[in-house]
């Protein structure tokens, strides 16, 4: 097993609400294993790079566990740039395919990757900057960096089983991600996850 799937957890108690949804640990790793299914089907394999553009939600949670387990690499991608360069990333990232929701067409006439430039065994989480002071950087992350993250995240923040999580932060960000909702899974916690800040949501 992946080292990042290592800290998902098992069971039947509460781990992911997602609008009226919610999955129990047991149904998170089943929506994980449709999911490398659905990437399997589209050609991603080990050291492809697949992007997904889209508001927070419980699919691209697990697809993004779903490359995991199948040692390919995710590239969330910023909906707020424009779509000049959306397209500059996708096609700097290598995509290999990709998901996009139904508001977003910035990827269209984009090709996939010819010659994708394959991964190391351990990358997963290719990210990138908002490119503040120039284009957009990619910051690669591999699961053994992002499963000692989670620790360091649980430890310094004191994450356990009882930690409820409203997350709206966008999961294209570390911040989000890496910081509030992998760890709060890893603890055990419950996440709560909304699509975007909303105020009369909060």
């Given at each position: 097993?992946?080292?990042?799937?290592?800290?998902?957890?098992?069971?039947?108690a509460?781990?992911l609400?997602?609008?009226?949804r919610?999955?129990?640990?047991?149904?998170?790793?089943?929506?994980?294993?449709?999911w490398r299914?659905?990437?399997?089907?589209q050609?991603?394999?080990?050291g492809?790079?697949?992007?997904?553009?889209?508001?927070?939600s419980?699919?691209?949670?697990a697809a993004?566990?779903?490359?995991?387990k199948l040692?390919?690499?995710?590239?969330p991608l910023n909906w707020?740039?424009?779509?000049?360069e959306l397209r500059?990333i996708?096609v700097?990232?290598?995509?290999?395919?990709?998901h996009a929701?139904a508001?977003?067409?910035?990827?269209?006439?984009?090709?996939?990757?010819?010659?994708?430039p394959r991964t190391?065994?351990d990358?997963l989480l290719?990210?990138?900057?908002?490119g503040?002071?120039?284009?957009?950087?990619?910051?690669?992350?591999?699961?053994?960096?992002m499963?000692?993250n989670?620790d360091?995240?649980?430890?310094?923040?004191g994450?356990a089983a009882?930690?409820r999580?409203?997350?709206?932060?966008?999961?294209?960000?570390?911040?989000g991600?890496?910081?509030q909702v992998?760890?709060t899974?890893?603890?055990?916690?419950v996440?709560?996850?909304?699509p975007?800040?909303?105020?009369?949501?909060?």
């Amino acid at each position: 097993m992946s080292a990042l799937l290592e800290r998902l957890p098992h069971g039947s108690a509460p781990a992911l609400e997602a609008g009226a949804r919610a999955w129990s640990g047991d149904a998170l790793h089943r929506e994980i294993d449709a999911w490398r299914q659905r990437l399997g089907a589209q050609g991603i394999t080990r050291g492809l790079t697949f992007g997904w553009l889209g508001l927070n939600s419980a699919n691209m949670l697990a697809a993004l566990f779903a490359c995991a387990k199948l040692h390919a690499r995710f590239v969330p991608l910023n909906w707020r740039l424009a779509a000049p360069e959306l397209r500059k990333i996708a096609v700097h990232a290598g995509l290999s395919a990709w998901h996009a929701d139904a508001a977003f067409d910035a990827l269209e006439g984009v090709a996939p990757s010819a010659e994708p430039p394959r991964t190391a065994h351990d990358d997963l989480l290719l990210v990138y900057t908002s490119g503040t002071t120039g284009g957009p950087k990619g910051a690669l992350h591999t699961q053994a960096a992002m499963a000692a993250n989670i620790d360091a995240a649980i430890d310094a923040q004191g994450l356990a089983a009882g930690t409820r999580t409203l997350a709206v932060l966008p999961l294209f960000h570390v911040g989000g991600l890496c910081i509030q909702v992998l760890p709060t899974l890893a603890a055990g916690g419950v996440v709560r996850l909304q699509p975007r800040f909303d105020a009369e949501a909060w």
